[in-house]
Each structure stands twice: as structure tokens, then as C-alpha cells.
């Protein structure tokens, strides 16, 4: 389940918690120490087969280049009561974003401890269903996931929107989440430029992102573009760039291991760039 088989996520997926019961039932059902044990070694050996097919091999599980970004698909303006609307898919990763205009009354208001009372006329609110990752979880308040995820995207975009005195409006943006297997915080950033476009929003430049990734072990490393759900769990760093054809707008990066020198981190980001600028041609075409 590790090479390529174009299969899709929740097969593969189903296909290794067969495989991983398979293991389990092996043992005797009256020594649950023994199947514990037997579930935990799966695990490790299911981390230490995805590293070594990476490094070894130099081969990723869906059978990608290591700069190969996943398929991608758009569509603008499919939403016919709203001011602008976007369908990105990316892969297994796909976000729904509108954007919404209001007057300057629409502003948000927030107390600041320091600045006092502060107006907000742009907001980005990204929503990640549990539906989206296949999962019946309740819906309740705003999960630390998308409070971070949509800073991300808000902070990614707000650097080419219009100045206030050229454009009075206030701007929503809203992406829903239907489906993910990696980096939907830059699906949601594509969408949303796509959205502002089709409402038309005169932003300064249009901006897309990518989750880049790395697998380190000893003087080997590999460094991902585009990575999947997968990558990310296994993987050393998720390290998301957004960014217009003249610079980056927005970077967060996750980091499990030390050691990552600058000569790694020039050549991770030139790989981030060549992949914004191949999703900004799609983009725009």
C-alpha cells in the first residue's frame, strides 16, 4: 500500500487497517498485552517502510517526483447568489470559498489590549468539517485548527488587497472544507483569491500556496512538494509558502527535527517557488 497504485486515500487507508487487524487477530484474543504490542510495532513498521522507500528509493507513496504537484482543477463563479465563488481541488484536497462585499458598517470590531478598539474590514473564516477527513465528529465551536489555519490564509491574502481608499467595501471570505488530504490552509488561500477575482475584487496581484515537506535521517533528505496527509504525519517538517510571482505573502512551518541548514532551506524554498508559480499559471488560465 506504500508504492504507487492510484489508489485513493480512504482505499488505501481501509486497506492497511485490514492489514493492520489481519496482524492483531493473529495473536491469541485471551492476551490483549501481545495484541496491543502487535498493534503498536505495526505502526512503527508502516513509519519505518514509508522513510526508507522516500530515502532509499527516492519514491513517494503516490508515486510523484518529489517537485510534482497533484492535479488541479478550479472553477469560478459555479455559486449563483453570491458575489464571488470558487471551487479548488487539489489532489484529494478540495475547498469551497466565497467571497461576501459589505459597506463599512460590516466592519468587525475587536478590543485590543494595547491599540484599544480596533476595525477589521477583512475577514477570512475557514471551516474543516470532520466529513472532510471522512470522520462523524460532532460540530461544535471554532477548533484550534481552523482558528490557526485561517490566520494563515488571512494573513496569506490580506498583503494584495486593495487599499481602503480605492475599494471602501468590507471583504468575507469563507472556505469550507469537503474534502482533505493535505494543505487545505492553501487550498483555502487559491480559492480565495479565485473567489475575490470572480467578485471582482482589484487585488494588487493574485497569490497562491503550497505545503512543502522534508524527510531527514542522517545525511539523506528529501524535500517534498504538494505533500499529502500522509508526508505530513511521517515527515519531518510541513513548511506552507504563499506567495505572488514577485514574493512571498505568508510562511508557517512545523518542524519535528534540528539540523536543518540554510543550504536545506534555500533549496525549500526554490522548490516552493516553482510550484506557486506552476499553480498561479492554472490559476489564472
Not at 498485552?33 to 508502516?46: D, I, S
Not at 490557526?148 to 475599494?167: C, S
Not at 500556496?209 to 542522517?218: N, P, Q, S, Y
Request: proline share 4%; with cysteine; aromatic share 6%.
Amino acid at each position: 500500500a506504500l508504492d504507487s497504485t492510484g489508489r485513493e486515500k480512504i482505499e488505501v487507508y481501509a486497506g492497511l487497517d485490514a492489514l493492520k487487524k489481519e496482524v492483531i487477530e493473529s495473536y491469541p484474543e485471551d492476551d490483549p498485552g501481545a495484541r496491543g504490542t502487535a498493534g503498536k510495532a505495526f505502526g512503527k513498521l508502516k513509519e519505518k517502510i514509508f522513510r526508507e522507500d522516500m530515502l532509499g528509493n527516492r519514491r513517494r507513496p503516490d508515486g510523484r517526483k518529489f517537485s510534482e504537484i497533484r492535479p488541479i482543477s478550479c472553477e469560478v463563479g459555479w455559486l449563483p447568489r453570491v458575489h464571488g465563488s470558487s471551487l479548488f481541488t487539489r489532489g484529494e484536497t478540495q475547498a469551497i470559498v466565497t467571497t461576501t462585499l459589505g459597506t463599512k458598517m460590516d466592519e468587525q470590531y475587536m478590543d485590543d489590549l494595547e491599540k484599544g478598539e480596533v476595525k477589521r474590514r477583512f475577514l477570512l473564516h475557514y471551516n474543516f468539517p470532520p466529513y472532510s477527513v471522512g470522520e462523524a465528529g460532532r460540530f461544535g465551536g471554532t477548533s484550534r485548527r481552523e482558528t490557526g489555519h485561517g490566520n494563515l490564509a488571512r494573513r496569506a491574502i490580506e498583503a494584495v488587497l486593495p487599499d481602503e481608499a480605492d475599494f471602501p467595501y468590507t471583504l468575507r471570505i469563507v472556505s469550507d472544507i469537503t474534502e482533505s488530504n493535505g494543505s487545505s490552509s492553501m487550498a483555502s488561500v487559491c480559492g480565495g483569491i479565485l473567489s475575490l477575482m470572480d467578485a471582482g475584487v482589484p487585488i494588487k496581484r493574485p497569490v497562491a500556496g503550497v505545503a512543502m515537506g522534508l524527510v531527514m535521517e542522517g545525511g539523506q533528505y528529501a524535500i517534498l512538494t504538494d505533500i499529502a496527509g500522509a508526508e505530513d504525519h511521517y515527515g519531518d517538517m510541513d513548511f506552507k509558502v504563499s506567495g505572488t510571482h514577485r514574493g512571498i505573502t505568508a510562511l508557517q512551518m512545523d518542524i519535528k527535527v534540528g539540523g536543518i541548514t540554510p543550504a536545506i532551506m534555500t533549496e525549500a524554498l526554490e522548490q516552493a517557488r516553482k510550484a506557486r508559480l506552476a499553480i498561479l499559471e492554472t490559476m489564472l488560465a
